[in-house]
């Protein structure tokens, strides 16, 4: 093995990038980026019924949309491909026999009603189950036997019973008593490896040398390393990861929201905030600085440093993030990414300026980019509700303000917001020196009659926006109530 640092995420194409496997993927980018190594993707579609192309394409497109470019992957090869599981079948048997040959493995003939019988045997007797070895020293009548029977084997890993020590990278010292894992599986009788035997194989081959996943997968390593010992290969490094709860401390799911990658940018989360949010669930950086692009985290990444404790994905936090990314961002390019979430809008209402006026001024409150579809329906169409106003258009304050508003704005450039600004200035002076109406009062009614709404955003943007002949027109038919 090469003393390169090459690290991998293999997702199995079951489902869309779960939020966690994002997170795992991360964690080795940013370990490959600081150390100056690989970052592998491969894809683990052994599950024939479960995977679907879908699942793959939107495994790729979340990992790009995050920024997680792999050195080596299924579409821009690499030295240790295939990097697609299924395209490997051909590799697993070579090492099974390997094994077989070095006594390390050996022929299971138990059927699974066999198997099955063992088990609630253990549960009868309150025991864990660890398989019998029954098949480990069949003689050759029996095996003949078997075959006459028409029984295919599947090959059983024999496991030496020893307390079996690690050092994990995130959680210290781990300690596992090997004679309570029992001989397992690698090969299944279908022909097929196990997940723990092409796990390693693959790994193996694509010389990864640290391997950085979710703690779900503890159990795993022990058997793992035996199989790396028993192949003479190097054992990589191991480092897990504490897991991610919903705020409830249960297991984060769809019933708390968006759990996948693409979910969340359906949602309108940005993926440079979900990356920077993900990138704190059991890190911190050394700045305390909370907002930072992938380049500089990865700089600044300690993998000892991570916690080796669960770590809660609080919504709320990520909504305040996704809100300061979307408030920083350049307005043509939020514009851009807020266009999707506008279908339900006619925009050739609106010149490509105006667009971008309407992005800048109601930005301010939002945390996803979804959330603009409620606070801008007033931009489009000729007329607005004015239901929940219509109490507030009807008292004699708002009559007078719009009365003198529709005599005054005939004459104003709605163009020039510097002018229009003054006007509405000069308006709200005038109001308050001659009936002592508050200005706030004064723009409430202009508000209402303009939006059908009674806050928002900035009434002069709001104005140049809709233009003198809709304003009027909504002003004149507000007066008519």
Known sequence: MTDEIRVRIAPSPSGNLHIGTARTALFNYLFAKKEGGKFILRIEDTDAERTKQEYIDNIFDSLKALGLNWDEGPDVGGEYGPYTQSERFDIYPKYAQILLDKGYAYECWCTNEELEQEKEEAVKNHKAYVYSRKCLNITPEQREQYIKEGRKPSIRFKVEHKELIFNDMVKGELKFDTSLIGDFVIMKSNGTPTYNFAVVIDDMLMKISHIIRGEDHISNTPKQILIYEALGAKVPEFGHLGMILAPDRSKLSKRHGATAVSDFVKEGYLTDALINFVAL??????????????????????????????????????????????????????????????????????????????????????????????????????????????????????????????????????????????????????????????????????????????????????LTILGKDKVLRRTKKAMAL
């Open 281 to 462: 669930l059991g890190w911190a950086p050394s700045d305390s600085v909370e907002i930072k692009t992938v380049d500089e985290i990865a700089k600044d990444f300690r993998i000892k440093e991570i916690s080796s404790s669960n770590s809660i994905f609080e919504y709320d936090k990520l909504n305040w993030m996704n809100g300061q990314y979307i408030k920083k961002m350049d307005i043509s390019k939020l514009t851009d990414m807020i266009i999707p979430f506008l279908s339900d809008y006619d925009l050739s209402e609106l010149s490509r300026e105006k667009l971008e006026k309407m992005v800048e001024i109601t930005r301010e409150p939002l945390t996803t980019l979804k959330d603009i579809q409620k606070d801008v329906p007033y931009f489009f169409g000729e007329d607005v509700p004015l239901d929940e106003v219509k109490e507030l258009l009807t008292t004699e304050l708002s009559k007078n303000v719009l009365n003198k508003f529709i005599e005054l704005a005939q004459k104003w450039d709605f163009t020039n917001e510097q002018e229009l600004h003054d006007d509405l200035q000069k308006l709200r002076d005038d109001f308050k020196a001659n009936f002592g109406y508050k200005p706030k009062e004064t723009m409430w009614a202009i508000r209402a009659a303009v939006t059908g709404r009674t806050r928002g955003a900035d009434m002069v943007g709001i």
